[in-house]
């Protein structure tokens, strides 16, 4: 292994090296964070909602009617959509996990105006919540049908109890065992009561990128306002031959208002998380085409590189190098320059990476993706050179004695 | 040591056959120098690729140290080149990006010497070029006569059967010519085969033995007398 | 002699078609990759409104909760909307050239001919000033004027699809519009408008369309119509009731004044400033006075509508390109390496260094305009990819089209990319002995 004549041979005509050194080590950096922020996103993508996204579709019923009931409609509506077969259950409410648009508050475990409080998504429901929703009760108990009210302009006060997700429950009493908050009173509203009467596993606020987004408290009562929001949890199988179904029940019930927006929960969960999955799309094709550059840029400077050295190659081989030793120099040669590139990539990758974290609050990268990055890299640049590293190893010997 | 018996190349194109050499023979004993002189285009230069084993031929035998090296593999010839010749080029072909050390030290690597006897070799025939001081110097510091030298050590530092030099000194003034020319004779005195193919006959006149090359023959003729007429 | 070394040039760039198509493909992806970010970057922080950018002002009060900011505590800024109260309040003083005081709502428009059923619309409720302050193009009529606002005239402003949709896009001024079982009248009908990014508000998402119609402010919160938008409360109101929200300090509109020049600004602000004052004497603004004026683009900037994955997405184009370069300046070097011979003979007839330099600078910038010229193609067809991805996004559209700036800017980027990425290799080129190579050729 000719180590040391290689190395010195290079730092005495540099510059092509440093070039593809200086590409291998500015494509190390990108695709290490390229695959940091890819990580990073379909972590994001790949956190449950809580609810029962499979089977879930909901609509938005918008009221225009000037008479309209809305606690007859909205009755009378729930019944229907209970009633048809295939459904498990439906709850008029205010919205869905990863929608993006709902309610939220903030909440404290003592009353008073001045007392900091914890943000909570809320979600109106009545008893058949937990159901329709598909939310898994950890401790207490549901609603009963008695405690359903109403919620809007015209209340004095909120709801005097809640369910709440496990995430809001930990941080409200950090120090509590979860069966026993069971029964505890937090305030809302600054000095509305609340008493927590159940706690489910899980339950995402509408808004993804909020960092209160596993808080979530479920009041039992019906939402005032022009916009109910249905939700309806359909048996296996059944939801999409359903949604049409409910959508002309609905309409067929009363023509005083119109039904708008339905949309599965899978669907509402892509449009949530588009723009991540277009990002993670958009990266792997920047790291593949940057990659391919690279590449391309090896072979090309190897190429010439080699073209330039032909005598010296017939010299080397006349003076005893076989073709797999000549193919081992370039092969070796490029391995070093790699290296090089490699390692300034790595240091690079890792002040990017700092650099992302503090502007864009990225999680800083698992430290395994660095070597995994140096291996491709390293691979990458032996394939790319080993066409030119071959073509060297084909100079015949003889080439050494042609003249000038 | 070296017996090339019978060997003819024939170059083929689509259209066109060269016959660069034919059934030319040559046999030479150890502790020889012979030069072999001829014109441009007399072939010379074949030989000197078949002698060193840089290509093969067509036609014939050819044997070093009683070992039939016609018929090789790549890998078998290499190593052939790297333990039994030691070359040397009209232009040096030294490498420019590497110093005299590690230049002499390129064939000692393919022979998978270790560390320790190659730095005393390298030093050895430096010492015996007389280039010691420049160990650490590139060739394009060095004039063309001390590049040559350096090619000289390069050759001699794996020991090998015979020296191949080719117009050793065509490309230095008359002054280097004449120290390189008395540092191959101090070499052949001391032992070494040298073969020397040239088209300078006061050169070969230096040597013990002339082969005079016309048309891909050897000439048969009063050596002195061609070179006379081609001088 | 530029001529000359133009031809000189293109006769290379022929003799060495692959590696010059290499170079000119280098290029012209590295400055694709980068046009593209750049052209949505360019779009998403451009002006909306470029002739009236400097006068309109967006107002903030900070009457938000004395024991937390509005911003939870970040930067201690003020709401990014004002109330009900403060925003009638400041409109009926008029101390500005003109005010505006709207927010987004929802309304269910029954049209009359019985085969086309009721549909939503996005409204937005608003005063008189909206449209001459924001310059919405009319296709028939105008906007209401202040009289209409102080008379609860039911009027609407529709916009072009709306028209279409309803009134098959005739002009439909003077005609009426049920909304929500209410009797409105056309007074006018927009063009397209669009708004990019729609500033005059930014609190849900910067970049949706106008909305599809408009209607008094007045007339809408005399019938109840709450926002679509965000609706901010930090303090709880004691009654129910709609009048009690109206009262509240709920936030949940936006205000923007028309003022011109430095002194207008003056007056404004210290107008701002003693009816904040006054309403700390009866109570209100228990935090210390934090109002402001941005104009619409110190606006854009404070609310940041240019997307995160947008910047990072310009920050690595920008080293794609860095790279695609590097790349670009190892193929020049080769291939005047190659031509060193060339080079040589050329000095030893008479060039000097400054000739060579011109000669191979040229020969650079020929190759970056080329791929400057394949740059632009490729640019739309990387934007034409963004439009697939993101087509979720109806506003996609308008962030995905090139003007003129845009395509030179990627004709200037290559060439003076590849101009830059020339220096090095047309350094080494000079430094080449005339009689070097000679004997190479």
């Known amino acids: 292994m000719e180590i040391g004549p290689i190395w010195r041979a290079l730092m005495r005509n540099k510059t092509a090296y440093v070039l593809i050194a200086l590409q291998i080590a500015v494509t190390m950096a990108i695709m290490v964070n390229a695959v940091a922020i890819i990580q990073e996103r379909n972590r994001l993508m790949a956190r449950p909602s809580g609810v029962d996204e499979l089977n879930i579709f909901h609509l938005e019923s918008v009221s225009f009617a000037v008479d309209f009931d809305r606690a007859a409609a909205i009755a009378e509506d729930l019944e229907a959509i209970r009633a048809m077969p295939g459904v498990v259950d439906a709850v008029a409410s205010n919205t869905v996990p990863l929608r993006n648009g709902g309610w939220s508050s903030s909440v404290a475990t003592d009353p008073g105006e001045d007392v900091d409080g914890t943000g909570v998504a809320i979600y109106f429901t009545d008893d058949h919540g937990l159901d329709t929703y598909g939310l898994n009760l950890i401790a207490g108990e549901n609603f009963a049908p008695t405690d359903i009210g109403w919620y809007g302009l015209s209340s004095t006060r909120w709801p005097s109890s809640g369910i709440i997700s496990r995430e809001a429950a930990a941080t409200l009493f950090p120090d509590t065992p979860v069966p026993e908050i069971v029964g505890k009173t937090i305030y809302i509203n600054s000095n509305d009561d609340i008493r927590i009467v159940g706690i489910v596993e899980r339950l995402q606020a509408a808004w993804k990128s909020w960092d209160g987004v596993e808080r979530s408290m479920l009041v039992p009562a019906f939402l005032e306002g022009s916009g109910t929001r249905y939700v309806i949890r359909t048996e296996p199988g059944y939801r999409d031959e359903l949604m049409p179904q409910v959508e002309q029940k609905l309409a067929e019930i009363n023509d005083g208002r119109i039904i708008r927006d339905m949309m599965t929960m899978d669907e509402t969960r892509a449009r949530a998380y588009h723009e991540d999955a277009a990002m993670i799309k958009l990266l792997v094709f920047i790291v593949s085409l940057l990659t391919a550059i690279t590449a391309l840029g090896i072979v090309g400077l190897a190429s010439f590189s080699v073209a330039r050295r032909t005598r010296q190659i017939g010299t080397r081989r006349a003076l005893g190098a076989s073709r797999p030793a000549i193919l081992r120099y370039f092969m070796l040669e490029n391995f070093m320059v790699s290296s090089v590139g490699i390692v300034a990539g790595g240091v690079l990758a890792v002040a990017m990476n700092i650099w992302l974290v503090q502007t864009f609050e990225l999680t800083p990268i698992a430290w395994y993706i660095i070597p995994v990055a140096m291996i491709a890299l390293w691979l990458v640049g032996q394939a790319a050179v080993f066409g030119p590293a071959r073509r060297a190893s084909m100079v015949p010997p003889a080439v050494a004695t042609r003249s000038v | 040591m070296l017996c090339m018996h019978n060997i003819s190349k024939v170059y083929r194109t689509d259209s066109v056959e060269t016959h660069a050499l034919r059934e030319f023979s040559l046999t030479v004993d150890e502790g020889e120098f012979v030069s072999v002189t001829g014109p441009s285009g007399s072939g010379k230069t074949t030989f000197l690729n078949i002698a060193g084993l840089l290509e093969e031929f067509t036609n014939g035998k050819y044997e070093l140290d009683g070992n039939d090296v016609s018929r090789l593999n790549d890998r078998d010839r290499s190593r052939v080149r790297n333990e039994k010749i030691g070359f040397i080029f009209q232009s040096f072909n030294l490498i420019p990006e590497l110093d005299i050390y590690d230049n002499v030290d390129v064939p000692l690597r393919y022979r998978g010497m270790k560390a320790a006897e190659r730095k005393q070799r390298i030093g050895r025939v430096i010492e015996m070029v007389g280039l010691a001081s420049r160990m650490h110097h590139l060739p394009s510091q060095l004039s063309g006569g001390q590049q040559q030298r350096v090619a000289i050590a390069r050759a001699l530092a794996g020991e090998p059967r015979f020296l191949l030099a080719d117009e050793p000194t065509g490309n230095l003034d008359s002054a280097m010519a004449s120290s390189v020319m008395e540092l191959l004779t101090e070499i052949n005195n001391s032992g070494t085969t040298i073969i020397m193919v040239t088209h300078e006959a006061t050169l070969a006149r230096r040597a013990g033995r002339n082969i005079s090359v016309r048309d891909g023959r050897v000439n048969s003729g009063p050596a002195m007398h061609i070179a006379a007429a081609t001088a | ?441």
Not at chain 3, 59 to 80: F, H, I, K, R
Not at chain 3, 215 to 226: D, N, T
């Open chain 3, 1 to 441: 002699m530029i001529r000359y070394y133009i031809k000189l040039g293109a006769l290379s760039i022929r003799k060495n078609p692959v590696l010059s198509a290499l170079m000119v493909a280098a290029i012209a992806i590295g400055i694709s990759a980068c046009m593209t970010i750049l052209n949505i970057n360019y779009v998403m922080s451009g002006n909306p409104i470029p002739h009236r950018s400097d006068v309109l002002f967006h107002v903030q009060l900070d009457s938000w909760d004395p024991n937390q900011s509005a911003d939870d505590g970040g930067l201690t800024e003020p709401p990014n909307q004002v109330t009900y109260l403060d925003g009638t309040a400041l409109v009926k003083a008029r101390k500005a050239r003109r005010q505006v005081l709207s927010y987004q709502s929802s309304r269910v428009v029954q049209p009359a001919d019985r085969d086309l059923r009721p549909f939503e619309v996005n409204a937005r409720s608003t005063t008189a000033d909206f449209f001459p302050m924001f310059d919405a193009p009319f296709l028939y009529g105008r906007g209401w004027d202040q009289a209409a606002d102080d008379n609860l005239e039911q009027v609407v402003v529709l916009g072009a699809d709306v028209n279409e949709r309803i009134f098959g896009g005739e002009n439909s001024v003077g005609r009426t519009v049920m909304m929500n079982d209410d009797v409105y009248r056309v007074v006018g009908v927009l063009d397209d408008w669009s708004l990019v990014p729609r500033f005059y508000d930014v609190t849900t998402q910067a970049f949706n369309e106008v909305e599809e119609l408009f209607f008094p402010f007045s007339v809408s919160v005399a019938k109840e119509v709450g926002g679509s938008g965000n609706t901010n409360c930090w303090k709880p109101w004691d009654e129910a009731g709609w009048s009690a929200f109206l009262n509240s300090e709920c936030v949940w509109m936006q205000m923007w004044v028309e003022l011109h020049g430095a002194d207008e600004e003056q007056d404004y602000m210290a107008f701002l400033d003693a009816y904040v004052e006054s309403q700390k004497a009866i109570g209100r603004f228990p935090r210390p006075a934090n109002n402001r004026l941005n104009n619409v683009m110190e606006w854009m900037a404070d609310q940041e509508v240019v997307a995160d994955d947008v910047q990072v997405l310009l920050g690595l184009a920008i080293l794609f390109l860095i790279v695609c370069l590097l790349n670009t300046i190892g193929l020049l070097l080769a291939k005047i390496m190659r031509r060193s011979g060339d080079i040589s003979l050329r000095r030893a007839l008479g060039a000097s260094r400054n000739a060579i330099f011109s000669q191979y600078i040229v020969e650079a910038g020929v190759i970056g305009f080329c791929g400057g010229i394949l740059g632009i193609g490729l640019t739309w067809l990387g934007l034409r990819g963004i439009e697939v991805l993101y087509r979720q996004y109806e506003f996609v559209e308008n962030l995905v089209r090139m003007d003129w700036v845009m395509i030179l800017a990627a004709v200037a980027l290559a060439i003076i990319s590849a101009l830059g990425a020339a220096l090095y290799p047309t350094w080494r080129a000079c430094r080449i002995h005339p009689a070097a190579q000679l004997k190479t050729l």
